[in-house]
Each structure stands twice: as structure tokens, then as C-alpha cells.
């Protein structure tokens, strides 16, 4: 298995471009997420899925969007990209929305808005 | 809000010394996780411990719960530099996160 897989590792925009990182999992896991990270700060919850066609908002969904059309696939996309949004992304998965399974992480995507 | 804050933010010991670190979360708990970041890498699952445990072992990890409390504890006996990381608790799975406690082992 290649677990989660997230594309492109690195991505530099401009102000105003709009774009879709890539989030992957071939566990047929029914879970997943997206977070934020920012310097210093912990993960931050942006959407999340707890299946096929089922999404909802974290604790910063503003100037996100996802959609999760088949298990395998929950990519986000940034509307019309702001500084503000320069961060590291990162894509986890898990077994159940029931709780009580570990989280399973993507290597993130490091983005940077000019 | 963050469900998750751990302390100490830092944390800097000796190798072959024990490093704990807390956890203090609001509301109440299905089960409290803990995670390692490695600079720039991400996040690892260590151990995950449920709301009707005490106490859980995984090799040089130790992991305590206080529901009265609204607490967890993280135990690494026997500190290798290799144990350098940012350590995070996370509760249920919508997991929300703190900030974190950068551990530094020296050799």
C-alpha cells in the first residue's frame, strides 16, 4: 500500500490563482481530512469526509473548497488563493468516522502565496 | 478552539534520560491519541488510548489518562536523539490539535 499520497509536494501562487491539491489513500479507508499547519501552531482542521459524497467543514473551511466523489480521492481546492493561505497542507485518513482508529498522514504539500 | 494543548512547549534533555509531557483537553473523550512530527515530515501515530483505560504501553512509550482531570500524560523512558520531534495530542476523530511539544534529545 501506498498509503496517503498528496501532489504536488511543493506549489508557489500568486495572489488571486486558484488551484487543487491532491489527497489520495488506497486503505479503502472511509475518513479523511485535510489540516493546516502554520509555524509554531499546531494542525488546524479544514474539511473532512466521513465517506463517499459526504463532507463538512472544519474549524478554517474559509476560501476552501472539497468534494469527495469515490473513497479514494478528497482533494482541496483554494479558490482564489491569498498569502494568508501560505501554509503546509497536510491529508490524513482513517478506517471509521466511529472514532477510535489512528489517523494516517500525507507527507503535506508546502505552499507558498506571493 | 483546540481540543488538545500540550506542555511543556519545549523540552530539551539529555540522551538515556525519561521525557514526559502533558496533555489537557475540554471536552469529554471517545479516545485521546498521540502523534510525532519530525521537522517538516508528517504526522505519526504512537498510541491511542480510550476513554475507559488508565494506562497503555507500547515499547519506550507510556501513556496515561485522567478523565476527572481532563488530562494525558507521555512517558519516553530511555530518550534517544532519534526521539527529537514535535509531540501532539489529539482526542475522537475529528482530531483537533495543539500546538505541540517540541522534544529535543541531546547526545
Known amino acids: 500500500n501506498a498509503g496517503v499520497t498528496q501532489t504536488p509536494k511543493f506549489q508557489v501562487l500568486k495572489t488571486g490563482q486558484s488551484m487543487t491539491l491532491q489527497c489520495a489513500q488506497d486503505?479503502?479507508?472511509?475518513?479523511m481530512s485535510w489540516y493546516r499547519q502554520d509555524p509554531g501552531m499546531g494542525l488546524r482542521l479544514i474539511h473532512y469526509?466521513?465517506?463517499?459524497?459526504?463532507?463538512d467543514q472544519g474549524e478554517v473551511p474559509n476560501g476552501y473548497n472539497v468534494s469527495r466523489s469515490t473513497t479514494e480521492d478528497f482533494p482541496l481546492r483554494l479558490l482564489s488563493a491569498a498569502p494568508s493561505q501560505t501554509s503546509v497542507y497536510f491529508c490524513?485518513?482513517?478506517?471509521?468516522?466511529?472514532?477510535?482508529?489512528?489517523?494516517?498522514f500525507g507527507p503535506g504539500t508546502r505552499l507558498t502565496v506571493t | 478552539s483546540q481540543q488538545g494543548e500540550e506542555d511543556p512547549q519545549a523540552l530539551s534533555i539529555q540522551e538515556g534520560e525519561n521525557a514526559t509531557m502533558n496533555c489537557s483537553y475540554k471536552?469529554?473523550?471517545?479516545?485521546l491519541q498521540w502523534y510525532r512530527q519530525n521537522s517538516g515530515r508528517g504526522l505519526v501515530h504512537l498510541i491511542l488510548?480510550?476513554?475507559?483505560?488508565r494506562e497503555k504501553h507500547s515499547g519506550r512509550l507510556r501513556v496515561t489518562l485522567d478523565t476527572s482531570k481532563k488530562s494525558s500524560s507521555l512517558l519516553i523512558t530511555a530518550s534517544r536523539a532519534a526521539d527529537t520531534a514535535s509531540y501532539f495530542c489529539?482526542?475522537?476523530?475529528?482530531?483537533?490539535f495543539g500546538k505541540g511539544t517540541l522534544l529535543t534529545v541531546n547526545p
Open positions: 486503505m479503502n479507508h472511509e475518513y
Open positions: 489529539a482526542s475522537n476523530y475529528k482530531l483537533t
Open positions: 471536552t469529554s473523550i471517545n479516545n
Open positions: 490524513a485518513s482513517s478506517y471509521s468516522s466511529s472514532g477510535g482508529y489512528e489517523q494516517y
Open positions: 488510548i480510550r476513554s475507559n483505560e
Open positions: 469526509s466521513v465517506g463517499a459524497g459526504i463532507t
